[in-house]
C-alpha cells in the first residue's frame, strides 16, 4: 500500500466532490480517534478534552450514521471525555469496546499477567524521572514523555522498548511522545474497526477514519479500499501514512464532521 509523508497528503477541501461520490456508494460508518482528532494533544494526557461544538456535531451524526470512538485511552476514559449516547466506544486500541447499547466485550489472556510485571519494573526504573509518566491502562502500559527532557525522555523510552522485548507476550510501540507496550497478538485499532465493520452487517457501508498517530495507520489501511481515511496533521508531519487526505488539526476536523453532517442531512 503506497505511502507518503504527511506533510505531502493533501487536504480533503480539495478533493470533495471525490469524498462526496465515494460517500455516495452506501451509509457512512464513522471512526474517529480522541487525541488529536476530536480534542486537541496537550501536554498532560489527563487534561485533554474535547471542545463542546466538535462534541455536538459527533452527536448529530449519531442520529443519522454508525458512529465509533476508536482510542488507545482505556474505554472508561475515553467514554468520560465523549459522552455521546448511542455510539460504540473502543478504548485500548479495542481491547475494550462498549457498543451503543450498553453491550460490553472485554479481551483478555495471559498478557495480563505479563503487563504487571512489566508495570511493576517500569515504575521502578523510571519513577524518579523528571516528567515521565508510567500508565496502566486494562491492556496496555503507556509511558509519556512529552514533559521529559530529551536525554529522560531517551531514556525512558528505552527502557519501554527492553523491558517489552524480554517477554514474548508482549512488545512496544512508539507514539506521539509516548511508548506504549501491549500484548504481543495480532489485534490493533484496524482489527477492530474490521471487528465493528462486519457487525453492521451493510455490505455497502463506507467506512471513514479520522486518526492522527501510528496508531491510526492500521485502521486507514482497512477503510482505505472501500472508505476514506484522513490523517490529521499535528507533530511528526514527516512520518509515513497511508491516508488519502489531511486535515489541518482538530479544529479542521470539526470542519469535515459538520460537512459530512450536513451531507447526510443532519
Same mark, same amino acid.
Given at each position: 500500500?503506497?505511502?507518503?509523508?504527511?506533510?505531502?497528503?493533501?487536504?480533503? =477541501?480539495?478533493?470533495?466532490?471525490?469524498?462526496?461520490?465515494?460517500?455516495?456508494?452506501?451509509?457512512?460508518?464513522?471512526? +474517529?480517534?480522541?487525541?488529536?482528532?476530536?480534542?486537541?494533544? !496537550?501536554?498532560?494526557?489527563?487534561?485533554?478534552?474535547?471542545?463542546?461544538?466538535?462534541?455536538?456535531?459527533?452527536?448529530? &451524526?449519531?442520529?443519522?450514521?454508525?458512529?465509533?470512538?476508536?482510542?488507545?485511552?482505556? +474505554?472508561?476514559?475515553?467514554?468520560?471525555?465523549?459522552?455521546?449516547?448511542?455510539?460504540?466506544?473502543?478504548?485500548?486500541?479495542?481491547?475494550? !469496546?462498549?457498543?451503543? /447499547?450498553?453491550?460490553?466485550?472485554?479481551?483478555?489472556?495471559?498478557?495480563?499477567?505479563?503487563?504487571?510485571?512489566?508495570?511493576?519494573?517500569?515504575?521502578? #526504573? &523510571?519513577?524518579?524521572?523528571?516528567?515521565? #509518566?508510567?500508565?496502566?491502562?486494562?491492556?496496555?502500559?503507556?509511558?509519556? !514523555?512529552?514533559?521529559?527532557?530529551?536525554?529522560?525522555?531517551?531514556?525512558?523510552?528505552?527502557?519501554?522498548?527492553?523491558?517489552?522485548?524480554?517477554?514474548?507476550?508482549? #512488545?512496544?510501540? $512508539?507514539?506521539?511522545?509516548?511508548?506504549?507496550?501491549?500484548?504481543?497478538?495480532?489485534?490493533?485499532?484496524?482489527?477492530?474497526?474490521?471487528?465493528? +465493520?462486519?457487525?453492521?452487517?451493510?455490505?455497502?457501508?463506507?467506512?471513514?477514519?479520522? =486518526?492522527?498517530?501510528?496508531?491510526?495507520? $492500521?485502521?486507514?489501511?482497512?477503510?482505505?479500499?472501500?472508505?476514506?481515511?484522513?490523517?490529521?496533521?499535528?507533530?511528526?508531519?514527516?512520518?509515513? /501514512? !497511508?491516508?488519502?487526505?489531511?486535515?489541518? $488539526?482538530?479544529?479542521?476536523?470539526?470542519?469535515?464532521?459538520?460537512?459530512?453532517?450536513?451531507?447526510?442531512?443532519?
Amino acid at each position: 500500500m503506497t505511502s507518503r509523508r504527511i506533510a505531502d497528503v493533501p487536504h480533503y =477541501g480539495g478533493s470533495l466532490d471525490e469524498i462526496r461520490a465515494i460517500l455516495a456508494r452506501g451509509t457512512p460508518a464513522l471512526f +474517529l480517534d480522541f487525541d488529536g482528532v476530536l480534542a486537541p494533544i !496537550v501536554d498532560r494526557p489527563d487534561d485533554a478534552a474535547a471542545p463542546g461544538e466538535t462534541l455536538e456535531v459527533v452527536a448529530r &451524526l449519531a442520529t443519522a450514521v454508525p458512529v465509533a470512538v476508536v482510542s488507545g485511552r482505556g +474505554l472508561d476514559d475515553v467514554r468520560g471525555r465523549v459522552d455521546v449516547p448511542g455510539i460504540t466506544y473502543a478504548g485500548s486500541h479495542g481491547f475494550e !469496546v462498549l457498543g451503543p /447499547t450498553g453491550a460490553r466485550h472485554d479481551r483478555t489472556g495471559p498478557w495480563v499477567d505479563a503487563l504487571d510485571g512489566a508495570e511493576a519494573s517500569l515504575r521502578t #526504573e &523510571l519513577g524518579d524521572l523528571p516528567g515521565v #509518566e508510567v500508565e496502566r491502562k486494562a491492556a496496555a502500559i503507556a509511558v509519556h !514523555v512529552r514533559n521529559a527532557a530529551a536525554d529522560d525522555a531517551d531514556r525512558a523510552a528505552a527502557a519501554a522498548h527492553r523491558t517489552a522485548s524480554g517477554d514474548p507476550e508482549l #512488545e512496544a510501540h $512508539d507514539g506521539k511522545a509516548i511508548v506504549e507496550i501491549r500484548p504481543a497478538i495480532d489485534w490493533h485499532k484496524g482489527r477492530v474497526v474490521e471487528q465493528l +465493520l462486519g457487525e453492521l452487517d451493510d455490505p455497502d457501508a463506507v467506512p471513514i477514519y479520522l =486518526g492522527d498517530d501510528t496508531t491510526d495507520e $492500521d485502521a486507514f489501511a482497512v477503510v482505505k479500499p472501500r472508505g476514506i481515511a484522513i490523517v490529521v496533521r499535528g507533530e511528526a508531519d514527516e512520518r509515513p /501514512t !497511508v491516508a488519502d487526505w489531511a486535515a489541518e $488539526d482538530p479544529s479542521d476536523a470539526r470542519r469535515f464532521l459538520t460537512q459530512l453532517a450536513e451531507l447526510v442531512g443532519v
